[in-house]
C-alpha cells in the first residue's frame, strides 16, 4: 500500500484485517474507542496527537467521557490511503485495547 494513494476497495479489505475494531463508515476508516473514565480517553488522545502530528496526518474525532470516535481519511487524495492504516495501526496500539 502505498502511503499517498487512494486505495482500491480490495485494497482497503486487505488492510482492515491489520487493524482490529475497525471498519469502513462513510467512506473513511471508523473506530469507538472505550476507555475507563475520561482521563483514560483524553490521555489516549494527547498520545495520539502527538503520533497524528509526526505523521502530519490528523484524525477527526469526537471524544465524550469515556469514548473516543475516530474517522481517517486522506484529503489530499479524496478517499483512504496508507497513512490512514498507518495511523488506525498506531492508535490500536496506544489504546491498549486493540
Given at each position: 500500500m502505498s502511503p499517498v494513494e487512494k486505495l482500491t476497495e480490495e485494497q482497503i479489505a486487505s488492510g482492515l484485517e491489520g487493524v482490529p475494531g475497525w471498519a469502513v463508515k462513510e467512506g473513511k476508516l471508523h473506530r469507538v474507542f472505550q476507555f475507563s473514565d475520561f482521563n483514560e480517553a483524553f490521555g489516549f488522545m494527547t498520545r495520539a496527537a502527538l503520533v497524528a502530528e509526526s505523521m502530519n496526518h490528523h484524525p477527526e474525532w469526537?471524544?465524550?467521557w469515556n469514548r473516543v470516535v475516530v474517522d481517517l481519511s486522506?484529503?489530499?487524495v479524496g478517499g483512504i490511503s496508507g497513512k490512514d492504516f498507518e495511523l488506525a495501526g498506531k492508535m490500536?496500539?496506544?489504546s491498549g485495547n486493540g
Open positions: 469526537f471524544n465524550v486522506t484529503h489530499d490500536n496500539e496506544l
